[in-house]
């Protein structure tokens, strides 16, 4: 009893921040990078993080089998990202799974996940491993994604699907501020990850 009142008094004086910068494994620093300090990395030495990239809190982020997120993303909350699964082997090896080495188990996915420059992901989203998603896409909350997605697809459901272009989006903000257009148009024009 204690110790439940030891542990309730300090987390609530233990409120997740957020970190500005962040090392990748290769050494390079993301000055602009923003963190949540209750986001959790498997294995970020698989992880390749581009500047200017905000990611909230209590998001999962499995690089196990490389992930790379490009710049400027914005990865809201309560986000899964996933590079493994076994929730197929599972079901079907019952008991016997923990006896099958990894690299032998049916229905066992493994795959990178490619996040595009500047692509935004709402709260509640499950990326699947192997999934690719192009720059400027804009994945609504509560999406379960598992796929390629194109440049500028506004990805949406469970199964995810793409639903709109966000380039129509941005038309009307452009035309009425043409002064953006340049800065746009920059990372817009280069090559994608």
């Not at 923003?34 to 498997?42: A, C, D, K, V, Y």
């Not at 200017?52 to 196990?64: E, P, R």
């Not at 049916?106 to 996040?115: E, M, P, Q, S």
Request: net charge neutral.
């Amino acid at each position: 009893m204690l110790k439940e009142l030891i542990i309730r008094k300090l987390s609530s004086w233990i409120r997740p921040v957020m970190i500005g910068g962040y090392k990748n494994s290769d050494g390079s620093f993301r000055k602009q990078v923003r963190m949540g300090s209750s986001t959790t990395i498997i294995r970020p030495e698989k992880l390749d993080l581009q500047d200017h990239v905000f990611i909230g809190q209590y998001n999962f982020l499995d690089a196990s089998n490389e992930l790379h997120i490009g710049e400027g993303c914005q990865i809201t909350n309560y986000v899964s990202i996933l590079t493994h699964s076994s929730h197929i082997s599972i079901r079907l090896y019952g008991r016997s799974y923990v006896d099958v080495p990894e690299t032998e188990k049916l229905g066992y996915k493994r795959g990178a996940v490619t996040i595009g420059d500047y692509t935004f992901i709402g709260p509640h989203v499950v990326i699947m491993p192997g999934s690719r998603i192009g720059k400027g896409c804009i994945i609504s909350a509560f999406s379960y994604v598992d796929g390629e997605f194109p440049d500028f697809s506004v990805i949406a459901g469970q199964p995810a699907q793409v639903i709109k272009d966000t380039r129509s989006m941005d038309e009307s903000f452009l035309n009425d501020h043409p002064e953006l257009m340049q800065n746009y148009k920059e990372w817009v024009n280069r090559k994608s990850i």
